[in-house]
């Protein structure tokens, strides 16, 4: 085990994973959308499901090295080329999907009065520049990847199997911003993305955990630390997102004796019999089966 001198500095609150998160689409030139901001589903476009694969963000890049005559090794690397891509299986395969897949644009297909749906594909395919934006969550915490001008570079085998849901490989290619963000964001044009990190991700706040629906995360507002009570306890849990009506409980550690946890309020109240400082765990549920758990602290004084 390493000294604990050597891992002062440390913040293991910092350590993410991508739980879940959402990949949408928009025009060229849609302004970006704030963390917080509710999207306009008429103009950014869920493109579904995906496989837990989650996202693969890469980056092609070369270098030039400069090494002086009279040194074996270089005293200076620039990069001179860099291109980020971002690879995802989708597996919410509808119509539209499998049309960008295949190259073919919205437009050429066919309904007939039955509601059957065709197309002619080409031999070489056409695909689009259009905006795309990568929502990745954990509990409470949440990043946004806005990629101005994206574009459909890289296709993997279309497999249908038993034993496999059928999914749509796709890597697409992030170019610079263009004339068509000129009006809307300026600071836009010339670059390839724009990158939004909440609080809690930025500043690696207070552990939680929580699940999430992707769209609704269900998260608790109360501070960990709960502060200092007299005998007479009087707190409150505050849960927020998901879908009311939450069910509160104690599922780690204990309450001062003589204090109880009000299941549907999120009250804590009562008179402590003890003095002293408790650490416990409560987790909310929501109404969807979602959850949210912090650890608290509270000390209970004896006057």
């Given amino acids: 085990m390493a000294k604990q001198s050597t891992l002062q ?40 499901y995906t496989s837990p694969d989650g996202l693969e963000i890469s980056f092609d890049e070369e ?21 980020k891509s971002i690879k995802y299986t989708l597996w919410e395969t509808d119509l539209k999907n499998i049309a960008d897949h295949l190259g073919v644009r919205e ?16 031999a070489l395919p056409v695909f689009p520049y ?3 934006v990568f929502d990745v969550v954990d509990g409470d915490t949440a990043m946004r990847l806005t990629v101005f001008n994206a574009q459909l570079t890289a296709r993997g085998a279309m497999v249908f199997k038993k034993d496999q849901i059928f999914g749509l490989e796709q890597t697409i290619t992030a170019f610079p911003a263009g004339a ?33 629906d992707g769209v609704r995360p269900l998260t608790i507002a109360t501070a960990a630390t709960l502060g200092s009570s007299k005998p007479a306890v009087s707190k409150k849990i505050t849960a927020n997102g998901g879908t009311s009506p939450y069910t509160y409980e104690v599922s780690n550690g204990a309450l001062p004796k003589g204090v109880t946890l009000d299941d ?3 009250e804590i109240k009562g008179t402590a ?4 400082t408790t650490t416990f765990t409560v987790k909310v549920t929501d109404a969807a089966g979602l959850v949210a758990s912090r650890q608290f602290t509270m000390t209970v004084t004896d006057r």
């Fill in 273 to 276: 019999t003890e003095s002293g």
């Fill in 107 to 122: 437009d050429d297909i066919v309904f007939d009065n039955n509601g059957t749906a065709s197309f002619y594909e080409d």
């Fill in 9 to 48: 500095g440390f913040n293991a609150r910092a350590a993410r994973v991508g739980m879940t998160g959402a990949i949408r689409r928009a025009a060229l030139g849609t302004p970006v959308i704030p963390l917080g901001i509710k999207f306009d589903t008429e103009t950014h476009t869920n493109k579904g």
């Fill in 63 to 83: 270098k030039q090295e400069y090494i002086p005559w009279q040194e074996v090794s270089a005293i200076r690397t620039d990069i001179t080329k860099s291109v």
């Fill in 180 to 212: 068509e963000y000129e009006d809307v964001d300026s600071a836009a044009v010339g670059r390839t993305a724009h990158w939004q990190f909440n609080d809690a991700w930025a500043k690696g706040k207070d552990a939680t955990s929580s699940t999430t």
């Fill in 264 to 266: 549907k309020s999120g």
């Fill in 130 to 132: 259009e905006q795309q």
